[in-house]
């Protein structure tokens, strides 16, 4: 669904317990650390690196595709450690 042209980020529902919460906030960073090693790797801000704004440029990045919805691997993550935990 799109509100005023732009795409609508995903509802995460957020977990309940205590555990819960706490795996959900694990697999989101670990996504997260993922996703900037990516865009790292990918040379995005490599010419603003002489600058000093090539890992705000990353960091920026990574933090609007997590905030998107990310690439749906905190979910995979998540799921497997629930499973794990039980």
């Known amino acids: 669904m799109k509100i005023d042209g732009a795409p609508r980020p995903l509802a995460v529902k957020e977990p309940a317990d205590k555990t819960s919460k706490a795996i959900h906030q694990q697999a989101k960073e670990l996504e997260g650390v993922f996703?900037?090693?990516?865009?790292?790797?990918?040379?995005?801000?490599?010419?603003?690196?002489?600058?000093?704004?090539?890992?705000?440029?990353?960091?920026?990045?990574?933090?609007?595709?997590?905030?998107?919805?990310?690439?749906?691997?905190?979910?995979?993550?998540?799921?497997a450690l629930q499973r794990r935990a039980k």
């Open 35 to 79: 996703l900037r090693k990516l865009i790292e790797e990918s040379k995005v801000g490599q010419s603003t690196a002489s600058s000093g704004y090539g890992s705000m440029a990353v960091d920026a990045l990574a933090t609007a595709i997590g905030d998107a919805g990310g690439l749906g691997m905190s979910k995979m993550i998540e799921e």
